[in-house]
C-alpha cells in the first residue's frame, strides 16, 4: 500500500489498482493521482470547504474526462448531490450513504460511520477570547474562507469510512471526530464493530490528552495522524501542535502499534 498525503485531510491509499482518495482537497491534487488505480473512490467525510471545496472543479478538469467512467463518488446524498449537480458523473457512479450503510465496489468494501467533529475553538474562556480575536484582525481571510463555505453543504453528516480489501486489509478513516469532546459509546461502538489494522484521524493541540484514551480503544497495528487545520491556524496566527512529537510520545506510550505522521504536501509512505 502507498499512502499519498495532499494536506489539510486529503489522503489517498493505492492498494490492488484501487485508489481510495479522502478529502482530496486544494492545490496539490493532480489529476496525475488518477493513473495510480484502476477503479477510484472517492470518499468525502462532510461538506466543509477544506474536504469538498475543490472535487467539483477536480473532476470537471479536461485531464480527468477518460478516466470518469473508473471514478466513483462516496459521501452523503447531501454532499453528493452538490458535488454532481450538473452530472459529470454517471448516477452508477454516485453512491450516497448513511451511518453503517455499507457498499462494495470493484471487491472492496466501504462502510460509513457518523462522528461529530473536533470543536473549533480553544476550551478555556481566555483562549477562545485570543483565538476570536486572531481570526477577527484578519478580516480578509476570514471573508474568503467564509464565502467559500457559502455554497457548500455545511450541514451535511459527518462521516468516517471503514475499508476492507478483498486481500482482508482493513482501514479505518475517523477524520475529525477523534477529539477531547468524542462520545466513549461512539468509540467503543466503531471499535467493536469496525475494528481496523490501519487508523487516520486528524489532531489538534487542545485534544492531545484525549486522543491516547481513543487509540487504545480504537487497537490498531498502525496509526497516521495529521493536523486537519494547519494552513489556517498559520494564516491567524493560532498555536499548533508538532505532530512528529507526538508521533514520538504516542510511540513511547503504546510501543505494540505505529505510529506515523503525515505532515507535508506530497508526502508517500509505503506500507507492507
Not at 12 to 17: E, Y
Not at 188 to 209: C, R, Y
Amino acid at each position: 500500500m502507498q499512502i499519498h498525503y495532499f494536506g489539510w485531510s486529503g489522503i489517498a491509499l493505492q492498494h490492488d489498482n484501487t485508489l481510495i482518495g479522502f478529502d482530496l482537497f486544494g492545490d496539490a491534487v493532480s489529476w496525475d493521482i488518477l493513473k495510480h488505480g484502476q477503479t477510484v473512490l472517492l470518499c468525502l467525510t462532510h461538506g466543509h470547504p477544506e474536504h469538498a471545496g475543490s472535487i467539483q472543479a477536480f473532476l470537471e478538469a479536461p485531464e480527468v474526462r477518460a478516466y470518469l467512467t473508473n471514478i466513483h463518488l462516496i459521501s452523503s446524498s447531501e454532499v453528493i448531490n452538490h458535488i454532481n449537480r450538473y452530472g459529470i458523473l454517471a448516477p452508477e457512479n454516485t453512491h450516497p450513504v448513511r451511518d453503517r450503510e455499507s457498499i462494495v465496489i470493484a471487491g472492496v468494501k466501504i462502510t460509513a460511520f457518523t462522528w461529530v467533529h473536533m470543536p473549533l475553538l480553544p476550551p478555556n474562556f481566555r483562549e477562545k477570547l485570543e483565538y476570536i480575536f486572531q481570526v477577527i484582525i484578519h478580516p480578509i481571510d476570514l471573508i474568503r474562507i467564509g464565502t467559500s463555505a457559502l455554497s457548500l453543504p455545511m450541514n451535511a453528516p459527518q462521516l468516517g469510512f471503514h475499508i476492507t480489501y478483498p486481500d482482508g486489509k482493513t482501514v479505518l478513516n475517523y477524520s475529525e471526530g477523534v477529539h477531547r469532546l468524542t462520545n466513549p459509546k461512539e468509540v467503543e461502538q466503531v471499535a467493536k464493530s469496525l475494528p481496523a489494522d490501519i487508523i487516520f484521524f486528524a489532531v489538534e493541540p487542545d485534544d492531545v490528552e484525549a486522543i491516547p484514551r481513543w487509540v487504545e480503544m480504537l487497537s490498531p497495528k498502525d496509526v497516521y495522524i495529521y493536523e486537519a487545520h494547519r494552513p489556517w491556524r498559520d494564516t491567524f496566527h493560532l498555536p499548533f501542535i508538532d505532530v512528529d512529537k507526538y508521533k514520538h510520545d504516542l510511540s513511547e506510550r503504546f510501543q505494540r502499534m505505529t505510529f506515523s505522521a503525515l505532515t507535508k504536501e506530497g508526502q508517500v509512505i509505503v506500507k507492507d
